[in-house]
Antibody
Framework: EVQLLESGGGLVQPGGSLRLSCAAS????????MSWVRQAPGKGLEWVST????????YYADSVRGRFTISRDNSENTLYLQMNSLRAEDTAVYYC??????????????WGQGTLVTVSS | DIQMTQSPSTLSASVGDRVTITCRAS??????LAWYQQKPGKAPNLLIY???SLESGVPSRFTGSGSGTEFTLTISSLQPDDFASYYC?????????FGQGTKVEIK
């Protein structure tokens, strides 16, 4: 059974940093692309970033490029999102999601339960 | 970037109704479209991929169709468990983009 468990969310001041983690199990983690998707309170879904199974290829939304870094540790079956220079508009529930065998033409077939990030002074 | 536009934003319907949600892409995405269902406080759940392929375990009352720029999600007979929000997403290119969502409410 595929399981994705996010952690690391919390309250942070504007300009601060936070690192999210997503522990994966139930599939061959290193073979699959992984993504982060966020949802601001009462709003829709926004794709944030995707990383290939090897970790070599990454993609970012314009809204986070240069501030957020996606990475993975395939030996620990864990996905990360390092978030720097946080802004109020980054406040959201952050979901990790499993993609396909490549980074192209892959949908998100499993999602974690989400972790809430609140950016406020 | 490819813009995804869903309609309607809100839909009021009764149990047993046939419901259709439309998703339009700002440029052709072939069939690289997914549909997700999300209930309040829960993570999204994949319903349909490649525009019309039903994800394993999803009831057959859910049907996806379309290609190019126009897509539909149809629920043939609305059930109490189907009252939720629905999102389309293109995975033709980066950045990935979602529609703004359609909330299906009880009439």
């Amino acid at each position: 059974e595929v399981q994705l468990l996010e952690s690391g969310g919390g309250l942070v001041q504007p300009g601060g940093s936070l690192r999210l983690s997503c522990a994966a199990s139930g599939f061959t983690f290193s073979s699959y692309a992984m993504s982060w998707v966020r949802q601001a309170p009462g709003k829709g879904l926004e794709w944030v970033s995707t990383i290939s199974g090897s970790g070599v290829t990454t993609y970012y939304a314009d809204s986070v490029r240069g501030r957020f870094t996606i990475s993975r540790d395939n030996s620990e079956n864990t996905l990360y999102l390092q978030m720097n220079s946080l802004r109020a508009e980054d406040t959201a529930v952050y979901y990790c999601a499993k993609g396909g065998l490549g980074v192209s033409f892959t949908y998100l077939d499993y999602w974690g339960q989400g972790t809430l990030v609140t950016v406020s002074s | 970037d490819i813009q995804m536009t869903q309609s309607p934003s809100t839909l009021s319907a009764s149990v047993g109704d046939r419901v259709t949600i439309t998703c339009r892409a700002s440029q052709s995405i072939s069939s690289w479209l997914a549909w997700y269902q999300q209930k309040p406080g829960k993570a999204p759940n994949l319903l349909i991929y490649k525009a019309s392929s039903l994800e394993s375990g999803v009831p057959s009352r859910f049907t996806g169709s379309g290609s190019g720029t126009e897509f539909t999600l149809t629920i043939s007979s609305l059930q109490p468990d189907d009252f939720a929000s629905y999102y389309c997403q293109q995975y033709n290119s980066y950045p990935r983009t979602f529609g703004q969502g359609t909330k299906v409410e009880i009439k």
